[in-house]
C-alpha cells in the first residue's frame, strides 16, 4: 500500500523502495508478487530505466498469473522504446492480439494503430484502428481511435473517410479534446475539398 501511495504522488524512489521491500520480504508466486513486480515496472518506466522495467514485466511473466496480460503489453511498449524502433514492438502486439488472452488486448490493437500511424503504415494503421472502434465501442480510447482514423485515412487522401472518423468523434463527446482536434481537422479538410 506504502508503495501505490508513493506510486500515486509521483513519488518514484520511495514507491519503488517500498515495492522492493516487499518484494525481499514476500517469496510467494502469486498475484501478490505479480502485481508488485508490474508496480516496479512501472516505476522504472517513470524514471526511463527501461531495462529494469523489462526485467520486471518478464519476472511478472513467469510467474503465470493473470497479471502477466498487463506485464505483457508493457513489455511491449517498453520494447520499442529499448529498441529505438518499432519492429520488435509491432511483433510482440500481433503476439497479444492473436492470442486474445486478457484484459489488454483492446490496448495492443489501440497500441498497434498508433505504432503504424508512427511508421507512416497508414492502410494498416486504418485496419487496426477501424478495428478498435468496431468491437470497443465503448473503450477508454475510442474517441482517440477516432480522431487517429481520421488522421490515418487522411495520410491516405480519402477525405471522405477521415471526415466520418472525425465527424463520429465530435458527436460522441462534443466537450472533449479529441472533437476539438477534430474540428480543426475537419475544417482543414473543407479548406482543402473547396
Not at 78 to 88: L, Y
Not at 108 to 117: K, Q, W
Not at 125 to 147: I, T
Not at 182 to 193: G, H
Amino acid at each position: 500500500n506504502m508503495g501505490y501511495s508513493s506510486f500515486n504522488l509521483q513519488k518514484w524512489a520511495e514507491s519503488l523502495g517500498s515495492f522492493e521491500r516487499f518484494l525481499a520480504m514476500y517469496k510467494e508466486k502469486d498475484s501478490y508478487r505479480a502485481d508488485a513486480l508490474n508496480r516496479a515496472g512501472d516505476v522504472h518506466n517513470s524514471i526511463r530505466a527501461f531495462q529494469e522495467a523489462m526485467d520486471s514485466y518478464n519476472a511478472s511473466i513467469a510467474i503465470g498469473t493473470k497479471e502477466k496480460y498487463y506485464a505483457q503489453f508493457q513489455r511491449a511498449v517498453t520494447t520499442g522504446v529499448i529498441d529505438r524502433g518499432p519492429a520488435r514492438k509491432v511483433e510482440m502486439l500481433k503476439e497479444i492480439i492473436a492470442k486474445k488472452e486478457g484484459d489488454y488486448v483492446d490496448d495492443a490493437i489501440f497500441e498497434l494503430g498508433r505504432t503504424y500511424i508512427g511508421m507512416e503504415r497508414f492502410t494498416d494503421a486504418a485496419s487496426m484502428l477501424r478495428q478498435y472502434v468496431e468491437n470497443y465501442p465503448e473503450g477508454e480510447k475510442y474517441l482517440a481511435a477516432l480522431s487517429d482514423l481520421g488522421l490515418a485515412y487522411q495520410n491516405l487522401f480519402d477525405n471522405n473517410s477521415a471526415l466520418r472518423y472525425y465527424q463520429m468523434g465530435v458527436q460522441k463527446a462534443p466537450a472533449s479534446a479529441e472533437a476539438k482536434d477534430a474540428m480543426i481537422a475537419l475544417k482543414s479538410l473543407y479548406v482543402d475539398m473547396n
